[in-house]
């Protein structure tokens, strides 16, 4: 059955509203422990007085809320020991229900821990222990799912060996310009008519080459001659195709320079 607490098992026979504003619930919990906690023999207790314990719990209405637990006693006929009735909805090292620790926990991610203490009505420094715990295993599970592990787990040696195979991969894409016969990557290439088509040059791919854009212009420039000139094409004989002007880009290292006389 529902009470105040809204916990089963439990016991609610009143409550009230102490001069802080807060609640303070009397309360006691109904299940009968079956055996000796000490020993373990069943069915040999009997009630052996109780004690008064306050537990926080998480606020209630906007209240702080106190359950003053009428905690029993029992004790065992075989071996004489005493114990208290075992209450699962608490933690008893805290001294607060368990769904208060829960609530702590939650809103420490989003509150300053002075705040949460003022709501919650415990000291600063347990709030700070509730959520330095929770952190611990919010991490223990992120660090479980990470997915950029495998990336920074990288040995070195794999990171060099990959970067050296993209660096090859780059150099066998390159193409050769038609001209000038370094290599470039093939973005960089053009394409130009060997003979222009307003020289008469077909548009057949045989009137086609892969040029750089440096050769490309000075291709162009050649063929423009006559034109900025202003003289009659007819007057100009039809210039073979350029060759290549800037140096190709080669290993063999040049000619020593002759020593100044
Ligand atoms: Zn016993
Ligand atoms: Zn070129």
Redesign the pocket.
């Known amino acids: 059955m529902a009470n105040l607490m809204y916990l089963p098992d439990w016991t609610v026979t009143d409550y009230e509203i102490d001069s802080d504003g807060a609640y303070r619930i009397p309360a006691s919990y109904d299940v009968v422990p079956d055996h000796c906690a000490k020993c373990g023999a069943v069915g040999n207790l009997y009630k052996h007085g109780t004690k008064t314990t306050v537990y926080v719990d998480a606020p209630v209405h906007g209240r702080q809320t106190f359950i003053e637990v009428r905690r029993a006693r029992y004790r065992c006929r075989d071996c004489g020991g005493t114990f208290m009735q075992d209450l699962p909805d608490m933690d008893d090292s805290r001294r607060m229900t368990v769904r208060c620790r829960d609530y702590i926990a939650q809103q420490a991610l989003l509150k300053p821990n002075t705040h949460v203490a003022d709501d919650v009505g415990v000291d600063e420094k347990i709030v700070r222990q509730i959520g330095k715990e929770n952190a611990a295993v919010l991490l223990e599970d992120h660090a479980a799912t990470i997915r950029a592990r495998t990336l920074f787990g990288k040995r070195p040696g794999r990171v060099k060996k990959e970067k050296e195979a993209a660096e090859a991969a780059r150099k066998t894409a390159m193409v050769q ?6 290599l ?1 990557e093939p973005v960089i290439l053009e394409i130009s008519h060997i003979r222009p088509i307003s020289h008469g040059g077909s548009i057949d791919a045989s009137n086609r080459q892969k ?6 212009r000075l291709h162009t420039e050649d063929w423009l001659k006559p034109v900025h000139d202003s003289t009659p094409l007819s007057e100009y004989p039809i210039i073979a195709p350029a060759a ?1 002007r ?1 140096r ?1 880009r080669d290993k063999t290292p040049s000619p020593p320079r002759p020593a100044r006389a």
């Open positions: 310009c038609d001209l000038c016969k370094a470039f040029v750089c854009p440096n050769c490309h290549p800037h190709p």
